[in-house]
């Protein structure tokens, strides 16, 4: 589904990501894990084509990423308030991003539907534009945004980052059912190594822009990564 | 902590990127200010002549003194909005344990270190020391000077009152000027007599210094009003509530459904406009592009065809240009949203082309009644109409693609008013000059209304290939879109 070659990215010459080779399976659930500045989102902004790589080449289903945008239309994601429109309001902004992939206002209701447990009755029919809600919500939207296009991958940088206890349950669960039904690859980072391996079959823990583990997640991967990162 | 203030202040303005990314736009607004300055002295050197010119049988004091009620009621105006308020963002400061007072003083002295205190003095100056001193006295001439002193300092906080509370109504700064020509006119009637009253104030002051305390009691209260405006606007509350006002009902505008998608990304351009303070205040600034043919017109003396070009330019785009320029920087706050997202970006730029086209199109249509003037400058104006609805808007945007500077457009708070300035200005220079260039030739062969011609020509052609200058724009976008969204990332 997703293949890395030789992939490195630098800042003002400074390596800041190095991965010479990868391979993501369909189906996969991919965790990302490590340090502040280690590259997990430098990592994700060059699959998402946002930076361009000095080096090396992601390839979506076959296709480099750089090269064509046909792998946008199967692909989800969220990094950052960044992708929001902020002077919107959630429901514009979910219409938007519907409108540009071509799916009507009724697919978006449908959609929204399901997510009134995820959204807690604070995002929908608010009467407030994205600026104005909480860091939490915000990401809500962004999250829920992402998965408007029923998309094969999905990419979500920090996701359960500033979320209540109970989102961050409801959206482990939603992941897993996303996995077990839908059959989706993921690829999310997180800095809570609980929540990564409990959603993650495959853990990789970035280090100063390397891979140094590549771990299929069972009953022991928590402690081997607590221990990992314990100073 | 003034100390502190200070050096943050400082460190925020070295450190913006604005300075070291143009060291070119510097240098033409370093040099455009030279330019300005020396003429402002010229003409403090030269009014009395000028005055006694136009008044044989009066004093320069006198008259220069009669017209000064109505040069701070237009500095008002100009001020307004000209000025950028100084900003400081008060968030990072208010946990602290610094006295708001503190703050607001030091909000308070920063707006009165501004260039519109400094340019009247440029005037004054020569004009006291060749004048004042020489036919009057010295002590006269301080006492005056005081005054001016004074009531600079009084406008320079009088506006900064009056912009933090209207800058969404600049309805009632329109009535003011409004209020300020019909004064005017009376006087030149002689119904009213305020320029009478404006000399025997300011002659009265200058002989009677003690009265002085007058002007300057007037300055305490302004600085007052000041202070207490702000210090009841000082905590997160209130710029919370003011973020949360209600949501406009732009979305239920259905006319734009039946265009699909590109119609979705149209209203999102208007929203972006008209939800953000900052994009919002070229909708208010754009009566002032449609009204610069009336300084121009009537004037006889500014008939040239070339000044005709210009301001044809001027206000059959000055819309477009305000929009063109900011056209990706205002999405800044999004812009990995756009990018990553499944956006066609030949859509995305139709979107803001049909904006662009709009605004010229309505420009155009308003500025038909000038043909009161003649029908040259009805031609004129279809001409650059042509011009910049063809060719200049393609032409913004294929430069658009060079915007590399973050905008916040969300922080409408009360104490966010960066960039509504006039520097932004020099950058498009160069598109206003590129028509006159194509005219000159022409010109200097001695065919000038063929250059006219050739203006509109290009226009039309243009407009004529507009699907592949639009890919040529599309393409340029898509190079460089990892640069501006680097450069957008950057705080």
């Not at chain 2, 406009?248 to 459904?257: A, E, H, P, Q, T």
């Amino acid at each position: 589904m997703i293949e890395v070659k030789n992939l490195a990215k630098a800042y003002n010459g400074t390596i800041v990501l190095n991965i010479p080779e990868l391979k993501i399976e369909k189906g996969e659930s991919f965790g990302l894990v490590g340090n502040n500045g280690a590259g997990k989102t430098t990592f994700f902004r060059l699959i998402l084509d946002l930076i361009k790589a000095n080096k090396g080449e992601i390839y979506s289903q076959g296709i480099d990423v750089k090269k064509t945008t046909d792998w946008k239309s199967y692909t989800g994601s969220y990094i950052d308030e960044g992708f929001l429109i902020d002077f919107l309001t959630p429901e514009e902004y979910f219409d938007f991003i519907a409108s540009v992939n071509n799916l009507s206002k009724g697919d978006v209701k449908k959609f929204l539907d399901q997510f009134g447990d995820f959204f807690n009755g604070e995002i929908l029919g608010k009467k407030k534009y994205i600026r104005e809600l909480s860091r939490g919500n915000k990401q809500k939207v962004g999250i829920a945004a992402s998965l408007i296009t029923d998309p094969e991958i999905l990419v979500l940088d920090e996701p359960f980052a500033s979320l209540d206890p109970s989102t961050q349950i409801r959206l482990k669960n939603l992941l897993k059912q996303l996995q077990q039904e839908k059959n989706v690859t993921m690829l999310i980072s997180s800095h809570d190594l609980n929540h990564v391996t409990e959603v993650c079959e495959r853990i990789v823990v970035l280090d100063k822009g390397n891979m140094i583990h590549d771990i299929k997640t069972s009953s022991d991967t928590l402690q081997e990564l607590e221990s990992y990162f314990a100073v | 902590m003034f100390k502190w203030l200070l050096s943050h202040q400082w460190k925020e303005m070295t450190r913006s990127n604005f300075w070291q990314k143009s060291l070119v736009i510097n240098f033409i607004i370093g040099f455009l200010l030279l330019i300005m300055f020396s003429y402002l002295v010229l003409l403090g050197l030269f009014i009395d002549e000028i005055l006694i010119d136009i008044y044989p049988d009066g004093d320069p004091f006198i008259i220069f003194n009669s017209g000064l009620l109505y040069y701070l009621g237009i500095d008002l105006f100009v001020r307004f909005f000209l000025y950028s308020l100084p900003v400081i963002n008060i968030e990072s400061y208010l946990h602290l344990p610094v006295k708001k007072s503190k703050i607001i003083n030091f909000i308070l002295l920063k707006s009165s270190l501004n260039i519109f205190n400094v340019l009247p003095l440029l005037v004054f100056i020569p004009f006291i020391f060749k004048v004042i001193v020489v036919d009057y006295s010295g002590s006269i001439a301080f006492s005056w000077i005081i005054v001016m002193l004074i009531l600079i300092l009084n406008n320079s906080f009088l506006l900064h009152y009056l912009k933090r509370r209207f800058i969404d109504k600049p309805a009632i700064i329109g009535i003011f000027a409004l209020i300020i020509v019909v004064t005017m006119v009376l006087d030149k009637f002689d119904i009213i007599a305020l320029s009478d009253l404006s000399s025997q104030i300011f002659v009265f002051l200058s002989n009677n210094p003690f009265y002085i305390i007058i002007p300057f009691l007037i300055l305490i209260l302004v600085y007052g009003i000041n202070y207490s405006y702000l210090k009841s606007r000082m905590t997160i509350e209130d710029i919370n509530v003011k973020k949360q006002k209600k949501i406009d009902s732009l979305s239920r505008i259905k006319y734009f459904d039946s265009f699909g998608d590109l119609g979705e990304m149209i209203l999102l351009e208007i929203k972006l406009i008209w939800r953000n303070k900052r994009s919002r205040s070229i909708i208010n600034m754009s009566p002032l592009f449609l009204l610069y043919g009336l300084l121009f017109y009537p004037n006889e003396d500014m008939q040239g065809l070339g000044f005709l070009i210009f301001v044809g330019i001027f206000m059959t785009g000055g819309i477009m240009f305000n929009y063109g320029q900011y056209m990706l920087s205002w999405e800044s706050n999004y812009f990995d949203g756009i990018i990553a997202n499944n956006i066609d970006f030949q859509k995305h730029f139709r979107a803001k082309y049909i904006m662009i086209i709009s605004t010229v199109i309505i420009s155009y249509i308003l500025t038909i009644p000038y043909v009161y003037f003649g029908t040259k400058v009805l031609i004129i104006n279809t001409a650059t109409f042509l011009f910049n609805l063809g060719f200049l808007s393609f032409l913004l945007m294929y430069f658009s693609s060079s915007s590399r500077k973050r905008m916040d457009m969300s922080k409408s708070s009360v104490f966010n008013y960066q960039g509504l300035g006039a520097s932004n200005w020099i950058m498009i220079l160069p598109f206003f000059l590129l028509p006159i260039l194509i005219w000159v030739p022409f010109n200097l062969l001695g065919i000038p209304h063929w250059g006219i011609g050739a203006i509109g020509f290009i226009g039309i052609v243009s407009l004529a290939f507009h699907k592949s200058l639009m890919k040529i724009v599309v393409k340029r976008f898509e190079e460089k879109k990892h640069l501006i969204a680097e450069g957008f990332r950057e705080l």
